[in-house]
């Protein structure tokens, strides 16, 4: 069973710092590339930052380029997100994702149960 546990979220004050964690099991996590995705209330869930599944290459959403790193342990199973500068408007639910191709146009999505990001003074 593919499974993704993230870990790491709280309270932080602006400008401040936070590590998440997402540990994965189930399925061989090297060969697979990982996300984070954040959701606020009242808004749409929004990617945050990608990872290959090798780590030798990263995207991120503007409003996180500087400020968010994400990186991955493939030895650890775990893909974590750095992220400093934080700002209130960074407030969510922080969720890690991946998905498996089985085949052209199959596609299936895996995500964790989130870990709650509060950015306040």
């Known amino acids: 069973q593919v499974q993704l546990v993230e870990s790491g979220g709280g309270l932080v004050q602006p400008g401040g710092s936070l590590r998440l964690s997402c540990a994965a099991s189930?399925?061989?996590?090297?060969?697979?590339?990982m996300s984070w995705y954040r959701q606020a209330p009242g808004k749409e869930r929004e990617l945050v930052a990608t990872?290959?599944?090798?780590?030798?290459?990263?995207n991120y959403a503007d409003s996180m380029k500087g400020r968010f790193t994400i990186s991955r342990d493939n030895a650890k199973y775990t893909v974590y997100l750095q992220m400093n500068s934080l700002k209130p408007e960074d407030t969510a639910v922080y969720y890690c994702?991946?998905?498996?191709?089985?085949?052209?146009?199959?596609?299936?999505?895996?995500w964790g149960q989130g870990t709650q990001v509060t950015v306040s003074s």
């Open positions: 990872i290959t599944s090798t780590g030798g290459s990263t």
């Open positions: 189930g399925f061989t996590f090297s060969n697979y590339a």
């Open positions: 994702y991946t998905y498996r191709g089985y085949g052209l146009g199959s596609r299936r999505d895996y």
